[in-house]
C-alpha cells in the first residue's frame, strides 16, 4: 500500500503545482512598454515620437497616450524634406490589458506641404507588452477611417493592423495581420477581416496607415489633407463551457483525495 500511497502523492503534488503555477502566471503583474510613433517616407531618414524617443512629444504624453507636439514635429519633418506635415497626430492604448480587449487607437490629420506627383507617408503606431491573451487564443479586429480635403485632392489611405508575438514594436513582419478596405476621396470608413491569433503571454500591436496625397498646387491656401483614424482590437476567446466545469469538478477532488489518504494512513482503532 505504501507504493500505492507514494504514487498517489506523487501524482497529487503534480496536480497541485501546476494548479498554483496557472494561477500565479493569471496573477502576475505586468509593465506595459511606452506607445511610440513612427513615421517615415521613401528616401527620409525615420521620425519617432514617444516616451522612448523624447524631444517630439507633447503635453499629456504618457506610457499609453502619445500626443505629437505639432510645431516641433513640423519643423523636424520639414528639416529632413518630407513632404507632409500634420495638424494633429495621437495615439492611445490600454497595454497591458489583463483579462479584458486589448486597444489601439491612432488618429492624424496629414497635409501635403510641396508641389509634384502623388507621394505616400506610412504613420505607426505602436504598443507591446499587452497581455489579454494569457490563457487563450483570441480575435484580431481593427476598423479605419479617411476623410479627403484640398485641392486637387487625395489619392488613398490604407490602415493595416499587426499583432506579433515577438512583443516588439513595430513588429510587421509576421503572419497575423488585417488590412481594411483602401480608401479614396471623398473616403469612408470600414473593418478588416478578422483574423484569429494564438495563445501567447506577451504581444505587441502596430497600426500602420500609408497615406498618399497629390502635390500643393495652391500654395498651401488648400493643400491636399487627409485626416484619419485606425483602431485594433484584441479580444480573448472565452474558455467552453466543458473547460469552466472541469475545473470546477478538479478542486474538490483535491481535496477529497486528502482526505481519503489521510483516512488510510490513520492507525486503526483512531
Known amino acids: 500500500m505504501s507504493k500505492w500511497f507514494r504514487l498517489v502523492r506523487s501524482h ?11 494561477f500565479a502566471l493569471a496573477g502576475q503583474t505586468t509593465r506595459a512598454g511606452s506607445i511610440t510613433l513612427f513615421i517615415s517616407e521613401a528616401g527620409k531618414l525615420p521620425v519617432m515620437v514617444g516616451l522612448d524617443f523624447p524631444g517630439l512629444e507633447g503635453a499629456g504624453t504618457t506610457n499609453n497616450t502619445v500626443n505629437a507636439d505639432k510645431a516641433a514635429l513640423n519643423a ?27 486597444t ?39 476598423f479605419s477611417t479617411a476623410n479627403f480635403f484640398g485641392t486637387p ?31 479614396g476621396p471623398p473616403g469612408g470608413s470600414d473593418p478588416g477581416p478578422a483574423v484569429a491569433v494564438p495563445q501567447t503571454p ?19 491656401l488648400n493643400a491636399p489633407i487627409d485626416q484619419f483614424t485606425h483602431s485594433t482590437t484584441v479580444t480573448a476567446a472565452i474558455p467552453e463551457p466543458t473547460s469552466v466545469v472541469m475545473l470546477g469538478v478538479g478542486i474538490p477532488v483535491v481535496f477529497m483525495s486528502l482526505r481519503w489518504i489521510r483516512r488510510r494512513r490513520a492507525p486503526v482503532g483512531h
Open 153 to 183: 485632392g487625395g489619392i488613398s489611405d490604407t490602415g493595416t493592423s499587426y499583432f506579433a508575438t515577438s512583443n516588439a514594436q513595430d513588429d510587421k513582419g509576421g503572419p497575423f495581420f488585417s488590412t481594411a478596405p483602401t480608401f
Open 76 to 102: 523636424t519633418l520639414t528639416a529632413l524634406g518630407y513632404d507632409f506635415n500634420f495638424n494633429i497626430l495621437g495615439a492611445i492604448s490600454n497595454a497591458p490589458a489583463n483579462g479584458i480587449s486589448a
Open 202 to 220: 506577451f504581444f505587441s500591436l502596430t497600426n500602420s496607415v500609408v497615406v498618399t496625397l497629390d502635390g500643393d498646387t495652391t500654395g498651401g
Open 12 to 22: 497529487l503534488i503534480i496536480g497541485v503545482a501546476s494548479g498554483l503555477a496557472v
Open 104 to 142: 489601439l487607437f491612432l488618429t492624424g490629420q496629414v497635409f501635403r506641404t510641396t508641389t509634384g506627383g502623388p507621394l505616400s507617408i506610412t504613420i505607426d503606431a505602436s504598443q507591446n507588452d499587452y497581455s489579454t491573451l494569457i490563457a487563450s487564443g483570441g480575435l484580431l479586429t481593427n
